[in-house]
């Protein structure tokens, strides 16, 4: 897969040739998320996942992809969306050191325990995950973090009670084979690293809302009365949300 694991620190020990790598050794290695510059050829990185920009990401068989824009019109979440709920995985800035993610964790949690009936720390595969949830019946969400170098992933999953379990395992699955692309730009710490939209996205969504402008600008034309105006944060939309099938 021409993919390895590049050394961060200072250290002057040689590292193994690939033909001195052990099986268990180069299994270890492969763990990911991984870093862009742990791939040999970066395009390789871009193979079987969705480009976007800081993070990529690979998706479920048969998932759609879900597309929030703020008020300027610029991506601010890209949802994974399973028949299970969906999950979304973003990248920030973060020290060299690892850290930053159980203190957002802490305030995670602080934060859930002012709405939600029932918040806990479980152990996950990288460390802690804050669950806040209402109880058998309700909906569940669930923050999974990840320390890398000089960033940190957070992946926020959100769905039923009853089909969390299983939406939090396509989300881990997906986690351990998304790559981060940090760039070389100075950024205070938590400052969340850009998402650029593939092309054939951005365009679909161009269109969307120039579509809703369009009929918004006829409906004011024939005088008809003012329709209400969805903010661009809400799900369902069709100037906020894009729906991609990427799955298969």
Known sequence: MALRRHRKDNSTETPAEPDEVTPAEAEDELDGP???????????????????????????EGGQVQV???????????????????????????????????????????????????????????????????????????????????????????????????????????????????????LPVRTPLPVQLPEPMAAQLRAATEQAAAQQQRATAQEAPPQPVARRSTPGSAMQQLRTITGG
């Open 34 to 60: 991984f870093d862009i510059e742990d791939f040999d050829d970066p395009a390789v990185a871009a193979l079987a996942r969705l480009d976007l920009g800081s993070v990529l990401i690979p998706t479920p």
């Open 68 to 186: 929030e824009v703020n008020e300027t019109g610029v991506p601010s979440a890209i949802w994974v969306v399973t028949p299970n709920g969906r999950f979304s995985i973003a990248a920030y800035a973060a020290p060299k050191s690892a850290g930053l993610w159980r203190e957002v964790a802490s305030e995670l949690a602080d934060s859930l325990r002012k709405g939600a009936p029932q918040v806990s720390i479980e152990d996950g595969p990288w460390g802690r995950e804050v669950v806040g949830s209402g109880g058998e019946g309700s909906a569940v969400v669930r923050f999974i973090g990840v320390d890398g170098y000089r960033w940190m992933i957070r992946c926020v999953v959100n769905g039923p009670f009853e089909q969390i379990g299983a939406l939090a395992e396509q989300a881990r699955n997906a986690l351990a084979d998304t790559v981060v692309r940090r760039g070389d730009t100075p």
